[in-house]
């Protein structure tokens, strides 16, 4: 609507003031804001305005407020107002607030409600990316992958990645067994060579060393049984041992004992091992018989590997 003069006014001006505690013949007070002098302020004694200024009734510079005379507690009261510190009293009224009025990363999470950012407002990305979050927490986009590729970890720090699935992961590898009997003398650590093969996908199973190498790092599942005729009558109780071995070390991938009976009967071992190789890495089987000769039954022998990632 028309008006004449000024227009009205949208809001009302309020001053931030500070009251005072009096001490008794005390002239030196701390304000509770900086002033550049005396006059950024209004000092009011017993509801009377002060006169600012030297030799008038106070001075003020910084936090420091010195009155011409001290006052008198419990009778006197004082209080300031910061004339430079003006305060709006009425909220700003509803959609008021545009884009100008706010300042550049002032948002605060604090002031954005709980699930009130949907997708619609989230930046747009490209068709596939992933949100992931590196080392700092900072968010970042995982790179789309490619038709039957699979999100991988790479381990904390760093974002998954998306990679091709290992070839022939899952299947047989190779798969071998035996021709011929093989005599393993007591005491004596034993490599078995399986010398014949029924699958060997890529040419990497040796059947002159017995040896399988993987040729691609991964993870592989091998498992190996053997049949043993004791050569030797056995009067006592005897152990045998049967293991996979990683590069010929002796450790504790897939070993397994069996205590004879003090009779001449066969036995059957049977262990396995899921290993991590590396390309040049190979795999083997070695027997171990303790107190007797053992012979290895030919119809009765495989070594088989499957690739696992």
């Given at each position: 609507m028309s008006y004449l003069g000024n227009a009205p006014a949208r809001s009302f001006i309020s001053f931030e003031r500070q009251v005072f505690s009096i001490v008794n013949s005390q002239t030196a007070y701390a304000l509770s804001h900086s002033v550049t002098n005396e006059n950024d302020i209004r000092l009011v004694v017993n509801n009377v305005v002060q006169e600012p200024g030297s030799g008038k009734a106070y001075t003020?510079?910084?936090?420091?407020?010195?009155?011409?005379?001290?006052?008198?507690?419990?009778?006197?009261?004082?209080?300031?107002?910061?004339?430079g510190r003006a305060t709006a009293t009425?909220?700003?009224?509803?959609?008021?607030?545009?884009?100008?009025?706010?300042?550049?990363?002032?948002?605060?999470?604090?002031?954005?409600?709980?699930?009130?950012?949907?997708l619609a407002k989230m930046a747009s990305g490209t068709d596939?990316?992933?949100?992931?979050?590196?080392?700092?927490?900072?968010?970042?986009?995982?790179?789309?992958?490619?038709?039957?590729q699979v999100?991988?970890?790479?381990?904390?720090?760093s974002p998954p990645v998306f990679e091709a699935v290992?070839?022939?992961?899952?299947?047989?590898?190779?798969?071998?067994?035996?021709?011929?009997?093989?005599?393993?003398?007591?005491?004596?650590?034993?490599?078995?060579?399986?010398?014949?093969e029924a699958i060997d996908t890529g040419s990497k199973y040796n059947v002159s060393t017995g040896r399988y190498t993987p040729a691609v790092a991964g993870n592989y599942f091998v498992t190996t049984s053997c049949t043993f005729d004791p050569a030797d009558s056995q009067s006592t109780a005897q152990r045998c041992y049967l293991k996979i071995r990683k590069n010929g070390v002796d450790t504790e991938y897939g070993q397994v004992a069996r205590a004879g009976e003090g009779n001449n009967s066969d036995f059957a071992l049977t262990t396995s091992a899921i290993i991590t190789l590396d390309a040049d890495d190979y795999i083997s089987v070695w027997v171990y018989s303790v107190g007797i000769n053992v012979v290895l039954l030919s119809d009765q022998a495989s070594f088989n590997g499957f690739r696992l990632s």
């Open positions: 003020a510079t910084g936090t420091a407020l010195t009155l011409s005379a001290a006052l008198t507690n419990g009778t006197d009261e004082m209080y300031c107002v910061f004339l009425s909220a700003p009224g509803a959609g008021s607030i545009g884009t100008a009025q706010l300042a550049d990363l002032n948002v605060t999470s604090g002031k954005i409600a709980n699930d009130a950012v949907t596939g990316n992933i949100i992931s979050y590196d080392a700092s927490g900072n968010p970042v986009a995982v790179a789309t992958g490619n038709d039957g999100l991988t970890s790479t381990g904390a720090g290992a070839a022939n992961a899952g299947t047989l590898d190779f798969q071998s067994d035996r021709s011929g009997n093989l005599t393993v003398s007591a005491a004596t650590a034993t490599e078995i060579v399986f010398n014949a």
